[in-house]
């Protein structure tokens, strides 16, 4: 199995800063096959990024997803208020789906 | 417009059995795969199972959960047996991207009580 770690695991910041999440795997991502996706309370997961850089339907262009193989990185250019929230990497393997722990982005 | 929507959680002894629906509807269902994916309590996501042409589990649920979908109904169900306090949580029901990859929607979830 696929092991994502996700760090920091808190990251405070103020609105109209920049925020660098990563997801680092156990092994190789073939296919760049690593998403994205954001978390409030209360609410349903939302796909961010797909294929690692790929942006969703509807998702801002200040979100930006990069890197391949072990190491991936989202940016989020210039935090707005609706981007509080806790956000998860996740890999497919052919076989099964893994999901990082998550990175809560709070307000300092 | 894509919306999924599940039902048939609620409080359930341990080794009991559940099982949960999505109705899934705004798409072709039978062209993607479906999976469930859980939260519990203060815990990350979880993927629990998908059915696609074949269907995958956790290791964490395999022998004891069957996911299966009835394509004339367009729903999606998880029949969960021998549950476990463990399998405490949100579940929620997730629509399959062009590719097996990723999960493009999701249903706002049933919860799922495991406790005497």
């Known amino acids: 199995e696929i092991v994502l770690m996700q760090s920091p695991g808190t990251l405070s910041l103020s609105p109209g800063e920049r925020a660098t999440l990563s997801c680092r795997a156990s092994?190789?991502?073939?296919?760049?096959?690593l998403a994205w996706y954001q978390q409030k309370p209360g609410q349903a997961p939302r796909l961010l990024i797909y294929?690692?850089?790929s942006r969703a339907t509807g998702t801002p262009d200040r979100f930006s997803g990069s890197g391949s193989g072990t190491d991936f990185t989202l940016t989020i250019s210039r935090l707005e208020p609706e981007d509080f929230a806790v956000y998860y990497c996740q890999q497919y393997n052919g076989s099964s789906w893994t999901f990082g722990q998550g990175t809560k982005v709070e307000i300092k | 417009e894509v919306q999924l929507l599940e039902s048939g959680g609620g409080l359930v002894q341990p080794g009991g059995s559940l099982r949960l629906s999505c109705a899934a509807s705004g798409f072709t269902f039978i062209t993607y795969a479906m999976s469930w994916v859980r939260r519990a309590p203060g815990k990350g996501l979880e993927w629990v199972s998908t059915a696609g042409g074949t269907t995958y589990y956790a290791d964490s649920v395999k022998g004891r959960f069957t996911i299966s979908r009835d394509s004339s109904r367009n729903t999606l169900y998880l029949q969960m047996n021998s549950l476990r306090a463990e399998d405490t949580a949100v579940y929620y029901c997730?629509?399959?991207?062009?590719?097996?990859?990723?999960?493009?929607?999701w249903g706002q979830g049933t919860l799922v009580t495991v406790s005497s």
């Open positions: 294929g690692a850089s």
């Open positions: 997730a629509k399959g991207g062009d590719n097996l990859s990723y999960f493009d929607f």
């Open positions: 092994q190789h991502i073939s296919g760049s096959y």
